[in-house]
């Protein structure tokens, strides 16, 4: 069974600019997680997403949003990027709540 | 209010001694119980869970948790550890809502 997966891996991109990291979850899956993990703050969680629905939104501004499409795959969006987003964005997946969580190998994302 | 608390920020050991890393949580009832792995540059990786019933857990790669509902803790041990234990572990507790990590604990191997 595949993993979580996540793309792209490593991306950079400019102050101000906008960019889409997208997870497709274990087969089966209808829940996805997203987290930020910087050196400073540890793993923060960001939002979740079950049957294309939010169900839990951590306390990020809304420059960050999701969605999750039908096939449970899903995107997240951070717009007009700042350099302090620069970080390991973790999308997991579980089968629903209350269940083990599974994660990518996260993207890189550089912002300058 | 929820939270994790991993108090060693970092642990230095000798390959072949024993491990033991904290886990302290707060949480409204009997939570669901994880730690992870995470190797430089990677995703996390499940070492282990506890959901409900013996309250000593065994995990991948030879590690064990125990769950001490009196002591709020979870604590994870391995009996002799090698180099390729070297990495970020994180402990974590959830319910049926979300689940929160701890800021994790870097662990060091002397060889």
């Known amino acids: 069974k595949a993993g979580v997966t996540q793309t792209p891996r490593y991306l950079i991109k400019t102050r101000g600019q906008q960019v889409t990291l997208s997870c497709s979850p274990i087969?089966?899956?209808?829940?996805v997680s997203w987290y930020q993990q910087t050196p400073g703050q540890g793993l923060q969680f960001l939002f979740e997403?079950?049957?294309?629905?939010?169900?839990n939104k951590g306390n990020f501004p809304g420059r960050f949003s999701g969605r999750q499409f039908s096939n449970s795959r899903s995107e997240m969006n951070v717009s007009t990027l700042e350099l302090g987003d620069s970080a390991l964005y973790l999308c997991?997946?579980?089968?629903?709540?209350?269940?083990?969580?599974?994660f990518g190998e996260g993207s890189w994302l550089t912002v300058v | 209010a929820q939270s994790v608390t991993q108090p060693d920020i970092h642990i230095t050991v000798s390959e072949g001694a024993s491990l033991e890393l904290r886990c302290n949580y707060s949480y409204g009832a009997t939570p669901y119980l994880f730690w992870y792995v995470q190797s430089p540059g990677q995703g996390l990786q499940l070492l282990l869970k506890?959901?409900?019933?013996?309250?000593l857990v065994q995990g991948i790669k030879g590690f064990e948790a125990e769950f001490k509902r009196s002591q709020s803790s979870f604590n994870l041990r391995k009996p002799s550890v090698h180099w390729s234990d070297a990495a970020e572990y994180f402990c974590?507790?959830?319910?049926?809502?979300?689940?929160?990590f701890g800021k994790g604990t870097r662990l060091h191997i002397l060889p």
């Open positions: 997991a997946s579980a089968a629903g709540q209350g269940n083990t969580i599974y």
């Open positions: 974590a507790v959830g319910g049926d809502d979300k689940i929160i």
């Open positions: 087969s089966g899956h209808r829940s």
């Open positions: 506890y959901f409900s019933g013996d309250t």
């Open positions: 997403y079950f049957s294309e629905t939010q169900r």
